[in-house]
């Protein structure tokens, strides 16, 4: 399951486990300067159920910071620390943080050193497939990586202009799985199970990750493993269940007013898969309490709004 900010909580996370079939989770992005002084009893990020299944990811682009940043994930014992080499938002490109280290490679390999150093669990890397698409960059920047430290690389095969919306590029997680020794894991355009079955053959790569899907239909790993194991997936499951299980796993993990925002935001996701889920948005939207949220959400199944 990808990093994806305000929605890759522990919360989200626990939904998607509860259908099984995903091996490791990110956390959302991290910000380098703030994680030292974290409060573990109070953040709202450094929260987990299990935390050997979990890619604690930084963002940032200071190696010192980010070696501190680094020392103190590591403290957590994660499956792995992750750096950010990704995010082509403008509020993380202005600092020089997220795919802008693809443009300045000396940095980028002062950072994965900085963290590869101060951390003794596994040093990973998400990246892009850089500012242009251009093959070579791409694989002598995670040969780069590679030889810095890095122990698997996930690659979002769109370029930063790409944004999230053009048709990702499959072709570059293939060049880079040819090009690396370590493990590639490929990341970008998979809205179906079959689509992951489809990335592993046509790339090689040794993982899939799914972002936004994983956040509409939290069983699409569950269906993944059953198609990889030649079953056929099981029906989906009833949605206004899974929106409810959403509810009650915010509130076990967050207090009312953290728990209700995430929930507005979790609603917009999984009502993709509604017809009324338009309306069943805006209702939410307007709520003022997580017991109202709940209550809306329950009235609009019983009278199967469209
Ligand atoms: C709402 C949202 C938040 C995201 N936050 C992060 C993040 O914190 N760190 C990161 O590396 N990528 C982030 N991403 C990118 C995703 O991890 C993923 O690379 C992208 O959505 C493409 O995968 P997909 O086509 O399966 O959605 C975010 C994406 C979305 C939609």
Redesign the pocket.
């Known amino acids: 399951m990808?990093?994806?900010?305000?929605?890759s909580h522990v919360a989200y996370r626990e939904l998607v486990r509860s259908f099984g079939g995903c091996d490791v989770f990110?956390s959302?992005?991290l910000n380098a300067r703030i994680v030292p002084g974290e409060n573990t009893r109070t953040s709202i990020y450094l929260r987990w159920t299990r935390v050997d299944d979990l890619v604690l990811?930084l963002?940032g682009g200071d190696p010192e910071k980010m070696h501190l940043a680094a020392r103190r994930l590591d403290g957590f014992r994660p499956f792995s620390v992750d750096v950010?080499m990704?995010?082509w938002l403008k509020k993380v490109t202005c600092h020089g943080w997220g795919v802008a280290l693809m443009e300045d490679p000396d940095r980028a390999r002062r950072v994965l050193s900085a963290v590869r150093e101060a951390v003794s669990t596994l040093v990973s890397v998400?990246m892009r497939i850089g500012c242009s698409p251009d093959p070579e960059a791409m694989c002598d920047f995670a040969s780069m990586l590679e030889d810095a430290g890095a122990d698997f690389i996930v690659l979002?095969a769109r370029t930063a202009a790409d944004g999230?919306s053009r048709k990702?590029r499959w072709e570059y997680i293939a060049r880079l799985k040819e090009r690396l020794r370590v493990p590639v894991v490929g990341?970008?355009?998979?809205t179906r199970a079959e689509d992951a079955l489809e990335m592993f053959s046509s790339t090689g790569c040794d993982g899939v990750?799914?972002?936004?899907?994983a956040v509409i239909q939290p069983w699409i790993f569950r269906d993944i493993k059953a198609l990889m194991e030649g079953s056929q997936p099981e029906p989906p499951p009833p949605l206004e269940d899974v929106i409810l299980d959403l509810h009650r796993l915010l509130l076990e993990h967050f207090g009312e007013d953290v728990a209700l925002k995430r929930f507005k935001t979790g609603v917009v996701w999984l009502s993709q898969n509604l017809t009324f889920g338009h309306h069943l948005t805006t209702l939410v939207g307007r709520q003022k309490t997580m017991e109202g949220a709940a209550s809306v959400v329950r009235d609009a199944f019983l009278k199967g709004i469209s």
């Open positions: 990808a990093p994806m900010v305000d929605l990110y959302e992005m990811q963002v950010n990704g995010c998400k979002h999230l990702a990341n970008g355009g998979v990750m799914v972002g936004r899907q």
